[in-house]
Nanobody
Framework: QVQLVESGGGLVQAGGSLRLSCAAS????????MDWYRQAPGKQRELVAAITSGGSTNYADSVKGRFTISRDNPKNTVYLQMTSLNVEDTAVYYC???????????WGQGTQVTVSS
């Protein structure tokens, strides 16, 4: 079994920054893509940023230029550096990873990010 544990969420004022971390543990042979999603109240879960095992990245238009995704492969950890936060970034942020030969989906429990005006 594989577990994803997020950390780093919290309350921040508009214009501020936060760094989220997600560490994968358990029976891990390999991790393919690692992603961050978010879900705001009353809205669908959306992809925020993605990174492949080789380091290629992709971002939602709403966060381009403000958020940076990175990963530390030896540590099985993915990060999301968030800057210039605004109230629209308020959501529960979820880590997602495709793990193993069959690329099985795993999700973290989510971490709340609240941006105040």
């Amino acid at each position: 079994q594989v577990q994803l544990v997020e950390s780093g969420g919290g309350l921040v004022q508009a214009g501020g920054s936060l760094r989220l971390s997600c560490a994968a543990s358990g029976r891990i042979v390999s991790i393919h893509g690692m992603d961050w999603y978010r879900q705001a109240p009353g809205k669908q879960r959306e992809l925020v940023a993605a990174i492949t095992s080789g380091g290629s990245t992709n971002y939602a238009d709403s966060v381009k230029g403000r958020f940076t995704i990175s990963r530390d492969n030896p540590k099985n950890t993915v990060y999301l550096q968030m800057t210039s936060l605004n109230v629209e970034d308020t959501a529960v942020y979820y880590c997602h990873a495709l793990v193993g030969v069959i690329a099985k989906d795993y999700w973290g429990q989510g971490t709340q990010v609240t941006v105040s005006s």
